[in-house]
């Protein structure tokens, strides 16, 4: 029975529950903060299975939760920003899968970790801002977002700090990170190239994972409902400082 079970979903026992806690924990902060879902899961399960498995994984888990969360938060989705990001994705992502497939990713994972990580501290320096930016800005955060998206599954950090960057409140961020991560989730998915990524177990996985995941994102939404805007933008920072921290460990160490 138990070489049945680790056929069919690639795990030991030991493992599969250590990856129901970890998707359950990254699960919470996604239902609380709308993003970090992807940056938690491939840290944690990297630790017990390769990238090109875990990627793949997180890019399905991730748009189960949006398809879970969007109902809740689809009026106070910014689409005038949105809208500008998914072009610079459309033409970011082949290129992260082409990398995905190709390229070590300890240099990439350094890399995007350091600048995520400079680019929180300096927004943490500042406690609100009114700060707008232009069309080809928000268009080249999007490209850069699909590349590291379709590349390492953490496409969404760039992202958080935009909207951190023009203060677009805690409801909207949160909102339309919900929104672009399943559009640019599901884009990767059905790229040529991808599907090759996906195996028979994986999937297998994945339905069992969707468990946690759901009851993490149910209670980090209901946590949401009484926090307040600073103690959102807060924790959002916080969120991308550990992320950030954790990747760079990652790259160095793995």
Request: aromatic share 12%.
């Amino acid at each position: 029975m138990q070489i049945e079970w680790q056929e069919w979903i690639g795990l030991s026992p030991a493992m599969f529950l250590y990856a129901v806690v970890a998707i359950g924990v990254a699960a919470f902060i996604r239902g609380y903060s709308g993003f970090g879902f992807s940056a938690l899961t491939v840290t944690s399960l990297s630790l017990i299975l390769p990238p090109a498995e875990v990627v793949p994984s997180a890019f399905m888990l991730e748009i189960a939760a949006s398809i879970y969360m969007l109902p809740l938060v689809w009026r106070t989705v910014n689409w005038k920003v949105l809208r500008w990001l998914l072009l610079g994705v459309v033409l970011g992502t082949p290129f992260g899968i082409t990398v995905l497939t190709t390229v070590p990713q300890k240099p990439m994972q350094l890399l995007i970790s350091v600048i995520v990580l400079a680019a929180s501290l300096l927004l943490w320096k500042k406690s609100q801002t009114s700060q707008t930016v232009n069309r080809g800005w928000t268009f080249g955060v999007g490209c850069i977002s699909g590349l590291i998206n379709g590349a390492a599954a953490i496409g969404g950090l760039p992202v958080v700090l935009l909207f951190l960057f023009i203060s677009a409140g805690s409801a909207s961020t949160r909102a339309s990170m919900v929104a672009y991560l399943f559009i640019i989730d599901l884009y990767a998915v059905f790229l040529p190239g991808s599907q090759q990524l996906i195996s028979t177990e994986l999937l297998g996985r994945t339905v069992l994972l969707l468990i946690p995941l759901f009851l993490g994102i149910y209670i980090g939404h209901r946590s949401f409902v009484k926090t307040s805007p600073e103690s959102f933008r807060k924790f959002a920072l916080s969120l991308l400082i550990v992320l950030s921290l954790a990747g760079m460990i990652r790259g160095i160490l793995l």
